[in-house]
């Protein structure tokens, strides 16, 4: 009885921590809270893909209903993998946002561009803004 409820546990347990990865589209919350629950899990390389791909795909969907249930179980790679299809699909259609760019890669590289250049920006006014110099005459 024990080794059975051990199984059990153990079965239980692996489906679990198996849906860790997948999002879940049950509804706007749960939708939006696996994707920045699985999103710090990812290669940092992978990130902003994931977060581009995930964009689209709302973009693309404006139904609640239907945008929850096409993204419901699947896992970053397949959100990529969906989120590349609309890019060519959009770039076939001769929208001017996507034609600058040749390829999926090349439009990641240069949102990556983008934001190396904008946590730059953050970091300095940071630093200005926390580092404030107090002279004191003596």
């Known amino acids: 009885m024990k080794k059975m ?9 692996l489906t679990a921590c198996n849906n860790g990865q997948k999002i879940n589209g049950h509804n706007e919350k749960t939708v939006y ?8 899990r990812l290669p940092e ?9 995930f964009g689209l795909l709302r973009e693309a969907e ?11 179980g699947k896992t970053p790679s397949e959100l990529i993998a969906m989120g590349k299809d609309i890019f060519g699909q959009r ?14 890669e090349a ?11 904008q946590k730059v920006e953050t ?12 002279d004191y005459k003596l």
């Open 5 to 13: 409820t051990l199984v059990l546990l153990s079965c239980a347990m």
């Open 33 to 40: 809270r696996s994707v920045q629950m699985i999103k710090p």
């Open 107 to 117: 439009m990641i590289a240069n949102y990556q561009k983008e934001r190396a250049g």
């Open 123 to 134: 970091d300095i006014k940071k630093d200005s803004q926390n580092n404030r110099a107090i």
């Open 62 to 72: 404006k139904d609640n209903a239907i945008f929850f249930k096409s993204i419901d």
């Open 91 to 104: 770039k076939a259609e001769g929208l001017a946002q996507y034609q600058q760019f040749e390829n999926w």
């Open 45 to 53: 390389n992978t990130r902003l893909e994931y977060e581009i791909a």
